[in-house]
């Protein structure tokens, strides 16, 4: 019977839980608060969710900031502050007739200025000169 060892031991438990892209893990925090009223725990978790969909847009996302403005009750007003390495912040605000209409318009916003973004930094990288040989 034949004594079979690793080559080599095995790293820690939770190593094999983080997920690994180019060497970095991609943590976002996320803060959810809200000016003239309060938001329920299950409002809070359910923008928290629709909030995090942005992270797949750009990798270099290192916080996302939502406040949600109930000042005048019917038109609650929702901003949204992504702040990214290297690059500045970005917002994106919108007002409905409904909190989750505006939480998912400015949620759209800010999709569309990450995806612009990273468009324009991979094409920046692959531009071709017009210059001839």
Known sequence: MLDCKP?????????????R????TSRVQTNVSARHGQLSPASQSKITSKVARLKRY???LTAL????????PA????????????FHEMVSH??????WR????????????????????????HVQSSRKA
């Not at 919108?94 to 909190?99: D, I, R």
Request: hydrophobic fraction near 35%.
């Open 7 to 19: 080559c080599r031991p095995p790293g820690p438990p939770w190593e094999a839980a983080i997920p």
């Open 21 to 24: 892209r180019f060497g970095r």
């Open 58 to 60: 750009f990798d270099g």
């Open 65 to 72: 900031n939502v406040t949600v403005d109930l000042q005048n």
């Open 75 to 86: 038109l609650p007003a929702v901003e949204i502050v992504a702040s990214a390495e290297h």
């Open 94 to 99: 919108e007002v409905s007739g409904q909190l």
């Open 102 to 125: 505006s939480v998912d318009g400015a949620v759209q916003k800010l999709e569309q200025q990450l995806r612009k973004h990273k468009e324009k930094t991979r094409d920046h990288k």
